[in-house]
């Protein structure tokens, strides 16, 4: 059976075509016909001059190899999906260790301008006096004399009388009582 040869096959038919030539294939049926043997030339004396060769035979179709399929079209692209929920906010992570401090030494600052030096006035001449220094502790008392001779007696004097008058008026004439310290002669 002759295997279908065309440039536009029917898409339909393709998948029997293959089959056709890959059985082929493998039969080992590929090549044209042996060509017709000529005829033998007439015998000679001894040796009969030799026949003509014969034609050699049409080389036989091009037997079809693995055919390779046309590539099926492309189908549409599907629908764009609707956009998903936004995932909840994830959990805030940890705080960062403490950077080490900085070992960068800071700029020395300008050096200040040079303070300007006034001379004090000068004080007066005169000095004043002092003040009077502390007074020394007093010495220790000196050792008592002895003592002296007994004194003439001198002479006998005249015997006071005391009177100590009353507080209240006594209410009598002519006596004299204290009235709240003044010496008061009651009236009797």
């Keep these: 059976m002759a295997i279908l040869s065309s440039r536009n096959y029917d898409r339909n038919a393709l ?9 082929a294939v493998n039969l080992g049926n590929i090549g ?6 000529g005829p033998t030339g007439p015998t ?19 037997g079809y190899g693995a055919l390779t399929g046309i590539t099926g079209y492309t189908g549409p692209s599907g629908a764009v999906g609707n956009t998903g929920p936004t995932g ?14 900085g070992t960068g030494a800071g700029l020395t600052g300008p050096t200040g301008a040079a303070g300007v030096s006034t001379t004090g006035y000068t004080g007066p001449g005169v000095a004043a006096t002092g003040p009077t220094g502390v007074t ?5 008392i000196g050792v008592a004399g002895p003592t002296g001779a007994t004194g003439p007696t001198g002479a ?3 015997t006071a009388i005391v009177i100590i008058p009353p507080s209240s008026d006594p209410t009598t004439a ?3 009582w204290n009235n709240a310290g ?7």
């Design 15 to 23: 998948g029997n075509v293959l089959k056709q030539v890959v059985d």
């Design 32 to 37: 044209g016909p042996t060509g017709v043997t």
């Design 44 to 62: 000679g004396g001894s040796t009969g001059a030799a026949g003509p060769t014969g034609n050699t035979g049409a080389t036989g179709p091009t």
């Design 88 to 101: 909840n906010t994830g959990a805030t992570g940890a705080a960062g260790n403490t950077g080490p401090a």
């Design 136 to 140: 020394g502790p007093t010495g220790p």
């Design 156 to 158: 006998s004097g005249t």
């Design 174 to 176: 002519g006596q004299v």
């Design 182 to 188: 003044v010496l008061t002669v009651s009236a009797g």
